[in-house]
């Protein structure tokens, strides 16, 4: 990113010429295998775009390569009818494309969680979460594959407009319909994003992740414009529900050491599961959470999954599964139609895992993802709506 001479803005602020990462060495990341990539419309309309993909293609050479230079990335069909089968499929594919209207304000309703806006340089990941509450959704239903947007240098300009537009700090989440970081070894966008964010005098970036690529975060300035925060659960919850993803051991040692590069480091618990032993293993696990990571905030939910994503979740592990088996079916009659646990059980959870964090941190922030304004009252928390994706 460099300053485009000396122009400014209206509000006299130097503009930013932004391109795609181009001075980095790509490597293979962990946890995903790529058997096909395709090439869709836009993907490489530039020479920029184009040297950019195929360096990335350049470390699959046994991947078969399918160009659909004339078709959006929306519009592929993996023709494969079952979709459990074509989830399978999805995960070992790597789609190159534009997204339009990537940056948008979500629409949340029926919840307390506060509307924000999010952007999408990525779409779904390669991990395997037997709860993922993408799985439902329609473009991942019919087309569960891997995807990097090479626009991200417009949708920063978009940010950029938005945020000034606004007139005050407002945070731009990435995290809602993929996994931010899983894939920063191959497109290197964290080096364009946290720059970016850092000289920005309004917008701020907050991200979720499981990944545990965090080597080049350490070495970019961040001007604590940055929020990093994971997705955790125990390693026994882990271990049981989210495949293919990198330990929960690992990521606590990567939150450390961002944290220590001074990042505002946060921790999403969700979903909390309730196997045998729950209540210990969250004690315990809460604890240590926090002895080992100075967090700002730690934000808690049980699980919140439409009808499609809770279908595959069944077709993974049966229907008595330690999620299933805790659904209270008359949730998703009320509110925003998400499935949840029966109040009481989120309640208890909740309140469990407050109070051992409070022994240890009685300053830490702390809130709940996607809950109805009478359990947010249960747990006795304030400020329902400063929460993991907002400031
Ligand atoms: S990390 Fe998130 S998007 Fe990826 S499989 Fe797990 S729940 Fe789904």
Same mark, same amino acid.
């Given at each position: 990113?460099?300053?485009?001479? !000396?122009?400014?803005?209206?509000?006299?602020?130097?503009?930013?010429?932004?391109?795609?990462?181009?001075?980095?060495?790509?490597?293979?990341?962990?946890?995903?295998?790529?058997?096909?990539?395709?090439?869709?419309?836009?993907?490489?309309?530039?020479?920029?775009?184009?040297?950019?993909?195929?360096?990335?293609?350049?470390?699959?050479?046994?991947?078969?390569? !399918?160009?659909?230079?004339?078709? /959006?990335?929306?519009?592929?069909?993996?023709?494969?009818?079952?979709?459990?089968? !074509?989830? +399978?499929?999805?995960?070992?594919?790597?789609?190159?494309?534009?997204? +339009?209207?990537?940056?948008?304000?979500?629409?949340?309703?029926?919840? =307390?969680?506060?509307?924000?806006?999010?952007?999408?340089?990525?779409?779904?990941?390669?991990?395997?979460?037997?709860?993922?509450?993408?799985?439902?959704?329609?473009?991942?239903?019919?087309? /569960? @594959?891997?995807?990097?947007?090479?626009?991200?240098?417009?949708?920063?300009?978009?940010?950029?407009?938005? $945020?000034?537009?606004?007139?005050?700090?407002?945070?731009?989440?990435?995290?809602?319909?993929?996994?931010?970081?899983?894939?920063?070894?191959?497109? @290197?966008?964290?080096?364009?994003?946290?720059?970016?964010?850092?000289?920005?005098?309004?917008?701020?970036?907050?991200?979720?992740?499981?990944?545990?690529?965090?080597?080049?975060?350490?070495?970019?300035?961040? +001007?604590?414009?940055?929020?990093?925060?994971?997705? =955790?659960? *125990?390693?026994? =919850?882990?271990?049981?529900?989210?495949?293919? $993803?990198?330990?929960?051991?690992?990521?606590?040692?990567?939150?450390?050491?961002?944290? +220590?590069?001074?990042?505002?480091?946060?921790?999403?618990?969700?979903?909390?599961? *309730?196997?045998?032993?729950?209540?210990?293993?969250?004690?315990?696990?809460?604890?240590?959470?926090?002895?080992?990571?100075?967090?700002?905030?730690?934000?808690?939910?049980?699980?919140?999954?439409?009808?499609?994503?809770?279908?595959?979740?069944?077709?993974?592990? &049966? *229907?008595?599964?330690?999620?299933?088996?805790?659904?209270?079916?008359?949730?998703?009659?009320?509110?925003?139609?998400?499935?949840?646990?029966?109040?009481?059980?989120?309640?208890? @959870?909740?309140?469990?895992?407050?109070?051992? @964090?409070?022994?240890?941190?009685?300053?830490?922030?702390? $809130?709940?993802?996607?809950?109805?304004?009478?359990?947010?009252?249960?747990?006795?928390?304030?400020?329902? &709506?400063?929460?993991?994706? =907002?400031?």
């Amino acid at each position: 990113m460099r300053p485009i001479g !000396r122009q400014v803005d209206l509000f006299g602020e130097p503009l930013f010429r932004l391109s795609l990462p181009a001075d980095y060495e790509p490597f293979r990341p962990a946890y995903f295998e790529v058997s096909r990539i395709y090439l869709t419309k836009g993907s490489v309309a530039t020479p920029e775009r184009r040297r950019f993909v195929e360096r990335i293609c350049g470390l699959y050479p046994e991947a078969e390569v !399918r160009e659909c230079l004339d078709t /959006p990335h929306s519009r592929i069909e993996l023709h494969e009818r079952d979709e459990l089968a !074509r989830h +399978q499929l999805g995960k070992h594919i790597l789609v190159f494309g534009e997204l +339009q209207a990537a940056v948008r304000f979500s629409q949340e309703a029926g919840n =307390v969680c506060p509307n924000y806006w999010h952007f999408s340089p990525y779409g779904f990941c390669p991990y395997d979460c037997k709860y993922c509450y993408l799985g439902g959704t329609i473009g991942v239903k019919f087309f /569960p @594959a891997v995807k990097i947007y090479v626009n991200l240098p417009e949708m920063l300009t978009e940010i950029d407009r938005i $945020a000034r537009r606004r007139q005050r700090p407002t945070a731009f989440y990435l995290g809602k319909l993929q996994d931010p970081l899983a894939l920063d070894s191959l497109t @290197a966008y964290s080096t364009l994003m946290v720059p970016f964010f850092a000289a920005h005098p309004l917008a701020r970036l907050t991200l979720l992740t499981k990944s545990t690529h965090v080597d080049r975060l350490l070495e970019l300035e961040h +001007q604590g414009h940055t929020i990093l925060s994971w997705s =955790v659960n *125990p390693p026994e =919850v882990s271990a049981a529900f989210e495949g293919n $993803a990198p330990s929960v051991d690992d990521r606590l040692e990567a939150m450390r050491r961002v944290a +220590q590069r001074g990042y505002p480091v946060r921790a999403v618990m969700m979903p909390i599961i *309730p196997i045998q032993g729950w209540e210990d293993i969250y004690t315990a696990f809460t604890q240590r959470l926090i002895e080992t990571v100075p967090l700002q905030r730690l934000t808690l939910g049980g699980i919140c999954i439409y009808r499609g994503a809770r279908a595959l979740m069944e077709r993974k592990m &049966g *229907p008595d599964n330690a999620i299933s088996v805790h659904i209270d079916n008359d949730t998703s009659q009320i509110g925003d139609g998400r499935a949840r646990y029966s109040p009481q059980l989120r309640n208890t @959870a909740y309140t469990l895992i407050i109070e051992a @964090a409070q022994r240890l941190r009685p300053d830490l922030e702390l $809130a709940l993802c996607l809950e109805e304004k009478a359990v947010w009252q249960s747990t006795g928390l304030r400020r329902p &709506g400063r929460c993991n994706c =907002v400031l």
